[in-house]
């Protein structure tokens, strides 16, 4: 257990639908990531957040958004879904995650996004 | 161009051999992490090892080493005496310390596509 948690673990939605994932980090951990794993696509980072703050985007979609909160757990929304949204999505945390660290991210268990 | 390559999709070996999974890596920057992560068919991402761009030894984790060849920006992973539990999806992935995107931040982690690795009895 990476102390990293994740709900729901599976989510069956339609197109046009929106939804909202969430993640709690580990005790102590300011950065969370989040990232889509997907047949086509493989394992690709979406977003980052530092203690409360956007600091970096990968390839997120302009119909996905996240934020981080002050307890720091976060949430990714998803809107518009489409087939091709269908995957597994991650979060994963660590304790620093700024500029010039390197620290280990730890993953959660994931949410499987199935849209129909 | 890939950043991270992982030439062996999938991978077939025999319970109590040693095994070797290829990562090589593509950066300009001095400064960099490289992971291995393993999925097993439950889906989630564990994490096994970690070696910094500057540090002076392989990484070793059990029976988890990292076989780090900075020249040849190589970083593949050596699991002995291997298991069946051993059975899953591996990922090399790599971090660089500053990131290229917004905010000044540190980017996530990029991923191979994975060796696919089944341990035989």
């Known amino acids: 257990d990476s102390g990293v948690t994740q709900t729901p673990k599976h989510l069956i939605t339609a197109t046009g639908q929106r939804v909202t994932l969430r993640c709690s980090p580990r005790?102590?951990?300011?950065?969370v990531y989040w990232y889509q794993q997907s047949l086509d696509q493989g394992l690709q980072f979406l977003i980052h957040y530092y203690n409360g703050e956007e600091r970096a985007k990968g390839n997120i979609l302009e119909r996905f958004s996240a934020q981080q909160f002050p307890d720091l757990h976060s949430e990714l929304n998803l809107s518009s879904l489409e087939l091709g949204d269908s995957a597994l999505y991650f979060c994963?945390?660590?304790?620093?995650?700024?500029?010039?660290?390197?620290?280990?991210?730890?993953f959660g268990p994931g949410t499987r996004l199935t849209v129909l | 161009a890939q950043k991270i390559t992982q030439t062996q999709p999938g991978m077939f070996v025999q319970e109590k051999e040693a095994v070797t999974l290829d990562c090589t890596y593509d950066t300009s920057d001095p400064s960099y992490g490289l992971f291995w992560y393993k999925q097993p068919s439950s889906g989630e991402m564990i994490f096994l090892i970690y070696q910094g761009s500057y540090d002076q030894q392989n990484a070793t984790e059990g029976r988890y080493s990292l076989n780090f060849q900075k020249a040849r920006k190589s970083a593949n992973l050596v699991i002995s005496a291997s298991q069946l539990g051993d059975s899953a999806m591996y990922f090399c992935a790599m971090r660089e310390a500053v990131g290229k995107h917004s905010g000044g931040g540190a980017d996530g982690l990029t991923f191979g596509k994975g060796t696919h690795l089944i341990i035989q009895p």
């Open positions: 005790s102590g951990d300011l950065s």
């Open positions: 994963a945390s660590s304790p620093r995650g700024i500029a010039g660290s390197t620290d280990t991210q730890y």
